[in-house]
């Protein structure tokens, strides 16, 4: 069984900057492809950023480019969410998501996660 718990999520400021962590539990975490999502009311969730197990590939949404930075700490089987820059329109609620098995291409499609968080608000005000 693997969990996945998120934390870091609050209201800030435009221009602000919050780090969000994911810790997983239960499985090998360097294994896993990582990825971050969110979903704003009323609209589909969608991938920010998200990194193969080795580092070399990574994913990030046109949105988020400059500004967010995804990282992983294998020794204590977290990965973060940099997020700096922060505008109203990164409203939304966050997911971490945990794949065992995925492509370069598949990193930002979530049908490629197995294991997701309970997801976390971040709230940024203009």
């Known amino acids: 069984q693997v969990q996945l718990v998120e934390s870091g999520g609050g209201l800030v400021q435009a221009g602000g900057s919050l780090r969000l962590s994911c810790a997983v539990r239960?499985?090998?975490?360097?294994?896993?492809?990582m990825g971050w999502f969110r979903q704003a009311p009323g609209k589909e969730r969608e991938c920010v950023m998200a990194m193969r197990w080795s580092g070399l590939s990574i994913y990030y949404a046109d949105s988020v480019k400059g500004r967010f930075t995804i990282s992983r700490d294998n020794a204590k089987n977290t990965v973060y969410l940099q997020m700096n820059s922060l505008k109203p329109e990164d409203t939304a609620v966050y997911y971490c998501?945990?794949?065992?098995?995925?492509?370069?291409?598949?990193?930002?499609?979530?049908?490629?996660?197995?294991?997701w968080g309970q997801g976390t608000q971040v709230t940024v005000s203009s």
């Open positions: 239960g499985r090998t975490f360097s294994n896993y492809a």
């Open positions: 998501a945990a794949a065992a098995a995925v492509s370069a291409d598949g990193l930002g499609d979530e049908r490629s996660y197995d294991y």
